[in-house]
């Protein structure tokens, strides 16, 4: 089986910085299932060369992740996933994710766009925590 390897991504234009971007892409990938106790994070040298950044700054986004328990670094092993966020009802392969997928399709078929499909499930979304 191969290493599951997380690609980062990070909008420089979104007001949120480069560390807290890649823990939040961390969380999302656990939540996804995407990520699994035990599976290595990249090094922090993959990192650097894939998004430009300070290594400064991927060190600090691993120290946050082994802050809230969620990874642990190894010295001169890297750093490793140890708890999971995730929900069996929330991974990849659910049918609450098929239904979302195919709403979305029909949300993108009926004219709207990505910011507007973000609007509306934010409504939506407050409307049910209240």
Do not use: C
């Amino acid at each position: 089986m191969l290493p599951r390897v997380i690609e980062f991504r990070i909008d420089r234009r979104s007001g949120v910085s480069t560390y807290l971007q890649i823990v939040q892409q961390v969380k999302q990938a656990l939540r996804l299932g995407l990520l699994t106790p035990g599976d290595r994070l990249p090094t922090t040298r993959e990192v650097v060369e894939a998004i430009a950044v300070n290594p400064n700054t991927v060190n600090k986004a691993y120290r946050e992740l082994e802050h809230e328990g969620l990874a642990e670094g190894r010295r001169g092993v890297g750093t490793f996933i140890t708890a999971s966020l995730g929900s069996e009802a929330g991974g990849r392969e659910t049918p609450l994710r098929g239904e979302l997928a195919e709403w979305m399709d029909r949300a993108l078929g009926a004219g709207l766009g990505i910011e507007d499909i973000d609007a509306l499930y934010q409504d939506v979304r407050r409307d049910r925590q209240s």
